[in-house]
């Protein structure tokens, strides 16, 4: 679907990793991965990153955005509660779901200061326990008038450059690698969008054991630099 010149700016800010959120923070269970022996090279941190995507992301985060940007457009506040509420059940470890409601509450205090103002801001802010990262750059991404599948694509481009970052300080891998892992990441978004978009509430899942397990031993990881 076309997208303005507007719109496309405003979802690139989304996905930058300038935006002040933290997402660069946080490697989701990839620094216990390469503590553990997982991953340990260029190969194997890209594979990981795209059964992440296919896992994780396409099942999940994706179906959600994209219904809770929905619901943001239909000003549906039970729905949008409905789905914060799955996001923060359905996080596996402690610190993903930290992550998610800090990413979500970042977010939410960066749109207070967006113009024109929203009233819908207010309502994504006092989402309980917490905004839910998902829920949070659905509002965003509502707000620029751009279409579903753009928004999820943005939404999963962020994600990508984010995590790529975290394999080059903790695998460590040097820039060129990391950028052939990202265009390995950019070739698999569009048809993971793609599929992502096809799935309902009763489709849609969060089953990630492995990833589970590393993210639960990474909480108490004797070094570490990240937050996940």
């Known amino acids: 679907m076309p997208i303005s010149g507007t719109a496309l700016l405003q979802l690139m800010q989304l996905a930058s990793p300038a935006l002040p959120v933290g997402g660069f923070s946080y490697s989701e269970g990839l620094e216990a991965a390469v503590d553990s022996g997982r991953v340990s090279d260029e190969t194997q941190a890209g594979d ?8 994780g992301l396409e099942r999940s985060d994706l179906p959600v955005m994209a219904a809770a940007m929905d619901a943001w457009h239909r000003a549906d506040a039970q729905r949008v509660e409905a789905l914060n509420q799955w996001v923060a059940q359905t996080r ?4 993903l779901r930290q992550q998610t409601q800090q990413m979500g509450r970042s977010l939410a205090e960066w749109l207070k200061n967006r113009k024109p103002p929203d009233a819908r801001v207010a309502q994504l802010a006092g989402l309980s326990p ?16 751009a279409a579903a599948d753009n928004a999820m694509l943005a939404f999963g481009f ?4 984010n995590m790529v970052q975290a394999a080059m300080r903790a695998v460590p891998l040097g ?13 698999a978004l569009p048809a993971a969008v793609e599929r992502a978009a096809s799935i309902g509430d009763a489709q849609r899942q969060a089953f990630t054991p492995m990833l589970a397990i590393l993210s639960a031993q990474h909480e108490t990881q004797y070094s570490r630099l990240f937050r996940s």
């Open 92 to 95: 596996e470890s402690a610190e």
């Open 48 to 55: 990981w990153l795209l059964e992440q995507l296919h896992l």
């Open 130 to 145: 917490a905004p839910t990262w998902p829920v949070a750059f659905a509002l965003a991404a509502a707000q620029t008038g």
């Open 175 to 187: 820039q060129s690698a990391a950028q052939r892992i990202l265009a390995r990441l950019i070739d």
């Open 158 to 161: 962020g994600w990508a450059e």
